[in-house]
């Protein structure tokens, strides 16, 4: 019961933030397939270009990969060998920053326990 | 976020004592795997040029359920912190504003990911019009993302390292 309770109150807060990113999109204009990257992206657009992307070698301009640039996805399913520089990248990514947090975290810790020890002396 | 560290599974002196900690066991334990598939399964998902766009969607969508189920299981943490937030210190504010900044950035990444699906969506019988708004707020909460999933994590590395010893333990049998 209160697993359901915290559920709808999850599905209400999601869908206040689905709420306000649609309002964003109506806001700016941007709903349906106008701008600059119409042709580049997730499929069709109707703004420049105009253009079906084919289907089979679909290309992702996703903002990771090649900043800002247009990185290649294949369309088939199934993990891809050859993509696994892209899959260490993440990795590495995430690896670097939770190992930053960690260790600020570690040094903080160390600070304030040195600031107590010092006040009670 | 998580309910503390891990209490020691038995203790013989007290029955409901022991039961009480024996649940806080088992549910540390669930969102210790739970948290670790999210995370394994975000990172793939991440890997576009690994996955392939079809595999890359159907995550996307699997991680939007499994988003729902961890705020639930998480949801009471939410609501103390939220109360919480005017007396604790700056380390406890940092934690729930990366936590807000993670939701708010992952719940429009999955939506833009939605609403410019080009392989799951179509398989499901819809279509939806491109849109280049949508494309550009997928990869930037994407980035976005990436970038706030591992500081989520690294603030309860106390956490994750207490309940992986224990299950270390636990698992080569010894008494902890």
């Not at chain 2, 669930?30 to 995370?39: E, G």
Request: overall charge positive.
């Amino acid at each position: 019961m209160k697993f359901l309770r915290n559920l709808s109150a999850v599905v209400f807060t999601v869908a206040a933030i689905i709420g306000l990113g649609l309002l964003w999109a109506h806001a700016y204009g941007g709903g349906t397939g106008t701008g600059p990257g119409g042709a580049a992206g997730h499929g069709a657009g109707t703004g420049p270009g105009n253009g079906r992307i084919p289907p089979r070698v679909p290309l992702m301009r996703l903002g990771h990969g090649k900043a800002a640039g247009l990185i290649q996805a294949h369309s088939s399913g199934g993990f891809q060998i050859a993509g696994a520089s892209n899959l260490i990248r993440t990795i590495l990514i995430e690896a670097a920053l939770a190992a930053v947090v960690i260790a600020v975290s570690v040094t903080w810790r160390r600070y304030r326990r040195q600031q107590r020890m010092a006040a009670s002396a | 976020m998580n309910p503390g560290p891990a209490t020691r599974e038995s203790s013989v002196t007290d029955p409901p004592v022991a039961a009480a900690r024996r649940r806080v066991l088992a549910r540390s334990r669930i969102d210790f795997w739970f948290d670790a598939v999210l995370l394994v399964t975000f990172t793939l998902a991440y890997s576009l040029r690994f996955t392939g766009i079809a595999t890359h969607e159907w995550l996307g969508i699997g991680l939007g359920a499994a988003l729902l189920v961890h705020l639930t299981l998480h949801w009471d943490w939410v609501v103390r912190a939220t109360r919480r937030l005017l007396r604790r210190g700056g380390r406890e504010r940092f934690i729930w504003l990366v936590t807000l900044l993670l939701l708010v950035s992952m719940t429009l990444c999955i939506m833009s990911g939605i609403l410019i699906s080009q392989v799951a969506l179509p398989e499901l019988g819809i279509t939806l019009p491109a849109s280049s708004f949508w494309r550009d707020v997928h990869g930037t909460t994407a980035t976005l993302t990436l970038i706030l999933v591992p500081v989520h994590v690294a603030l309860d590395w106390r956490w994750i390292a207490g309940v992986a010893r224990r299950l270390a333990a636990r698992r080569s049998g010894e008494p902890r």
